[in-house]
């Protein structure tokens, strides 16, 4: 079975300094990955997905993410913080099990300093 | 505007008792999802449906039951069999593709606990 594994469960950055949040995630064949925000008391919003059109996707928000292979990695990143940015956030990876199921990493809650 | 809807937004339950939690989606997806959400957890996955009348069990069915008499709706019961069932309850929904690409959509969720 795939998982996912996000490092590190509270990340906290100063405002305007860069975003870094980590994903790894065991996989046999290529995944479909996605990030996913989630603000307090509310469902998770979809931010970007990877779908092998492109190793580097572009999401919202300002919000990018790096697949790499050779380290089955798939790290989200943006490049300044902004106070509005505090959530938590959640990486995924499809699998195909009777009609493809997601796996969800134990989330990273981000903290924005002013 | 498409989306789902869950309600209510909190509910109470009294030991013993069983409780329904609603889910309703506009959004024409054939699939849809049940997860409950635990502090440093992450989701897990209760039950799924991919079509009407059909349900599978997911990683944490116990206790649990739920219908899909029309796509639209898929609420959830939570019997007096789960022990513990405190927790953010999350309702998606998601295309039915030929690949694993499709994201799912989710509404805002459902607090339950326990009097």
């Known amino acids: 079975a795939q998982s996912v594994t996000q490092l590190g469960s509270h990340v906290s950055v100063s405002e305007g300094a860069l975003v870094l949040l980590r994903c790894n995630y065991s996989s046999s064949v290529p995944p479909y990955l996605f990030w996913y925000v989630q603000y307090p008391n509310q469902g998770l919003q979809l931010l970007l997905k990877?779908?092998?059109?492109?190793?580097l996707v572009k999401g919202i928000n300002g919000f990018e993410a790096e697949f790499k292979k050779s380290e089955t990695s798939f790290h989200l990143t943006k490049p300044s913080a902004h106070m509005s940015d505090a959530a938590e956030y959640f990486c995924?990876?499809?699998?195909?099990?009777?009609?493809?199921?997601?796996?969800f990493g134990a989330g990273t809650r981000l903290f924005v300093k002013a | 505007d498409g989306g789902i809807t869950q309600s209510p937004k909190y509910l109470f339950r009294k030991e013993g008792q069983n409780v329904t939690l609603s889910c309703e989606q506009n959004l024409n997806h054939d699939a849809m999802y049940w997860y409950r959400q635990d502090p440093g957890q992450g989701l897990r996955l209760i039950y799924y449906?991919?079509?009407?009348?059909?349900?599978q069990k997911g990683d944490i069915a116990e206790g649990y039951s739920v219908s899909r008499e029309k796509k639209e709706s898929f609420p959830l019961t939570v019997t007096s069999a789960q022990k513990n069932p405190t927790a953010f309850y999350l309702c998606?929904?998601?295309?039915?593709?030929?690949?694993?690409?499709?994201?799912?959509?989710f509404g805002d969720g459902t607090r339950l606990s326990i009097l």
């Open positions: 998606a929904s998601s295309i039915v593709g030929t690949s694993g690409n499709q994201p799912q959509h």
């Open positions: 995924a990876v499809s699998e195909l099990t009777g009609g493809f199921k997601t796996i």
């Open positions: 990877y779908t092998s059109a492109a190793t």
């Open positions: 449906s991919q079509i009407v009348n059909d349900f």
